[in-house]
Nanobody, 122 residues
Framework: VQLQASGGGLVQPGGSLKLSCAAS????????MGWFRQAPGKEREFVATIRWGGGRTYYADSVKGRFTISRDSAENTLFLQMNNLRPEDTAVYYC????????????????WGQGTQVTVSS
């Protein structure tokens, strides 16, 4: 399984970005896929997760109402729409897949993408 994240960049505070994560191999309904981020000097943290079957979503409190996770099952692609971005959202964003239905803990995710840099600055 390979995960390829893209869509990061430099954006001003209040701006928007949409991240994509293309997955090779088949993603099953029992799987979850998520986005995590890691800022310099900090641990990797949960951002959002979606159940591939059914589409139920979960969000960190810090992004709730601003970020939306979604998926295109036919294209096996995961998305993260980020609106009203803040400087504290600056980080490397990683997509990940769990074969065990994990939601928030990094240890529960089995496959990771390479990361895409998001920088929010004026």
């Amino acid at each position: 399984v390979q995960l390829q994240a893209s869509g990061g960049g430099l954006v001003q505070p209040g701006g928007s970005l949409k991240l994509s994560c293309a997955a090779s191999g088949r993603t099953y309904s029992s799987h979850t896929m998520g986005w995590f981020r890691q800022a310099p000097g900090k641990e990797r943290e949960f951002v959002a997760t979606i159940r591939w079957g059914g589409g139920r979503t979960y969000y960190a409190d810090s992004v709730k109402g601003r970020f939306t996770i979604s998926r295109d099952s036919a294209e096996n692609t995961l998305f993260l729409q980020m609106n009203n971005l803040r400087p504290e959202d600056t980080a490397v964003y990683y997509c990940a897949r769990s074969n065990r239905g994990a939601i928030t803990g990094t240890a529960g995710f089995d496959y990771w993408g390479q990361g895409t840099q998001v920088t929010v600055s004026s």
